[in-house]
């Protein structure tokens, strides 16, 4: 089997991410697990991703819990609502106090084959601009490679509530319409003045 791993870090994953996102088109999938989705260049190619049709599902944290402090949904709701309204389907991790810390991108292509970018790096500016020490690894193969399958069937559980679980909700349940916390989302992601 022709399988190739790459260790990737800091700058070098979102180069990763960005070519995936980028050949994505009519035929192929994607779907994204993230804990914070904040980089522009990403959410740039997600949307241009959707309007050449490839068929995408984003899952993302709420970003309504911290280690038992209440959070105000920044970056993720701010960044849900553009994707949303790019025509890009949403949901929200179900949790109760936790955080989905997953993070996580798959794209299988008409042609059979797939990547997953897979690690400790949340798509934000901090984390994959050089300025965390940040490792991924990018895994290529066959889309039925063991372990392009099992990531891909864990997209699948979490977007589909499998078994009768609740992974996973609607957009609604989160969507936040405030401008006010859209220019500041846009500001911190611009300058590194947060947390994420």
């Known amino acids: 089997r022709d399988v190739r791993v790459q260790v990737v870090t800091e700058e070098k994953i979102a180069d990763a991410a960005e070519a995936l996102i980028r050949g994505a088109g009519k ?6 697990v993230m804990f914070y989705l904040a980089d522009r260049s990403i959410v740039r190619a997600l949307k241009a991703a ?3 049709g490839a068929a995408m599902r984003v899952i993302l944290d709420p970003n309504k819990d911290a280690f038992g402090r209440e959070k105000n949904g920044m970056p993720n709701r701010q960044t849900a609502r553009e994707l949303v309204a ?3 389907p949403v949901r929200w991790a179900v949790t109760h106090g936790e955080q989905m810390h997953a993070k996580m ?6 042609d059979g084959t797939a990547d997953l970018v897979l690690g400790s790096a949340n798509f934000t500016r901090r ?14 193969g ?3 490679t063991p372990a392009l399958a099992d990531a891909a069937a864990y997209a699948d559980r979490l977007w589909t509530n499998a078994g009768g679980r609740a992974f996973t909700t609607d957009y609604e349940a989160f969507r936040d319409d405030s401008r006010w916390r859209v220019f500041l989302y846009r500001m911190q992601e611009a300058t590194g003045l947060c947390t994420w």
Request: proline content about 0%; charged content about 35%.
């Open 127 to 140: 984390n994959i601009r050089d300025y965390n020490l940040e490792t991924d690894v990018r895994v290529s």
């Open 86 to 88: 790019a025509g890009v």
């Open 50 to 52: 959707a309007g050449r």
């Open 105 to 110: 991108l798959i794209v299988k292509r008409r």
């Open 27 to 32: 035929g192929d999938a994607l779907d994204l």
């Open 142 to 144: 066959r889309a039925e």
